[in-house]
């Protein structure tokens, strides 16, 4: 078994700390384990373009590599040689550090379980060139992951969208989550260490996550020392309300049904909707399915008013700059 810790905080600080400390709770359920630890913080992991280079190749019969050559690959190879996964990252402004967001973003696309195998069904069919056998479909096994957000705030709501954003690591991965702990008051903690209850979770936290692998995730229970939360899956307490009964979880996408019992709010996920979860196959598979469609629905009408939109291109956007100058003003340099 192949164990990695993520650390995306300030070396030797309190991400560093906790995350070394669930790792040690993996050893304790995983003696003969490989464990390494990566802190990213001297990394240059530049943000995803849009450039839309990995998809096309995949399409061609290429791999998906990402065209853009940082320290990306360096930590892209690392999660892929690991069986179970422990992740770190601060809180800034709300949510996690920007690094861990650029690396999600870059990581997604090249490791979704539902669109490579979409490409890679159309190649056996002959609809797209390559052969499917030749993509290394260990990029897409099982996967288990724990997540810890630290922030520095007692104040919960001032990092609000750090543990509900950790998910997005391993979501298109389909990773199983184990653990997504909110470690948010560390400005009044001072030193982990000062909270042996909090360390001593660390290490549940790691025993749990390699005492998943090879399980199938259904037979994997979450740990929750913090509360099971309102979602059944991501176990966190955001809602989206649309001003009827029926909310969403904007992690996972599924819908529930609330009521109200007094000052006691509920709600309700159906079977049905926890199964398509975002990070689910299923869930997955709805969104690859929403975007293949979009060739067919935008395609005709960019053709039909491409006139009228290469000029706006042309005079509004490539010439924005000259165009934006009011009457008067000079057009000197």
């Known amino acids: 078994m192949n164990i990695l810790g993520i650390s995306f905080g300030q070396k030797n600080h309190n991400d560093d700390i906790l995350v070394k400390e669930a790792l040690y709770g993996c050893r304790e359920a995983a003696p003969d384990a490989d464990i390494r630890f990566v802190n990213t913080v001297t990394m240059n992991i530049g943000r995803c373009r849009g450039c839309g280079a990995c998809s096309r190749a995949l399409e061609q019969g290429k791999d998906n590599d990402c065209i853009f050559k940082d320290d990306f690959q360096k930590l892209e190879d690392m999660v892929r040689w690991a069986d179970c996964l422990i992740v770190g990252c601060p809180v800034y402004t709300l949510q996690p550090a920007g690094q861990f967001k650029d690396f999600v973003d870059r990581f997604s696309c090249r490791h979704d379980i539902s669109a490579i195998p979409w490409v890679l069904d159309k190649r056996r069919s002959g609809e797209l060139p390559g052969n499917a056998d030749d993509f290394p479909m260990d990029r897409l096994r099982h996967r288990y992951v724990s997540y810890i957000s630290v922030g520095g705030a007692s104040t919960k709501n001032w990092v609000a969208m750090g543990a509900p954003s950790m998910p997005l690591f391993g979501i298109s991965a389909g990773m199983k989550t184990i653990c997504n702990y909110d470690a948010h008051h560390m400005g009044t903690t001072g030193n982990p260490y000062l909270d042996p209850e909090l360390i001593e979770r660390m290490h549940e936290i790691g025993r749990r996550t390699a005492g998943a692998y090879g399980k199938p995730y259904e037979e994997v229970e979450a740990y929750t020392p913090q509360g099971e939360g309102v979602c059944p899956v991501c176990h966190q307490n955001l809602l989206m309300l649309n001003g009827t009964t029926t909310v969403e979880c904007p992690v996972c996408g599924i819908e529930g049904h609330l009521s109200v019992d007094g000052d ?23 969104h690859t399915t ?7 629905i935008c395609g005709p009408k960019i053709m039909a008013n491409k006139e009228m939109i290469d000029k706006n291109m042309n005079e509004r956007i490539k010439n924005f700059d000259k165009a934006i100058k009011s009457p008067g003003e000079s057009t000197g340099k």
């Open 264 to 286: 006691k709010v509920n709600v309700e996920f159906s079977e049905d909707q926890i199964n398509r979860a975002r990070g689910t196959f299923r869930g997955l598979r709805e």
């Open 290 to 296: 929403e975007i293949q469609s979009f060739g067919a």
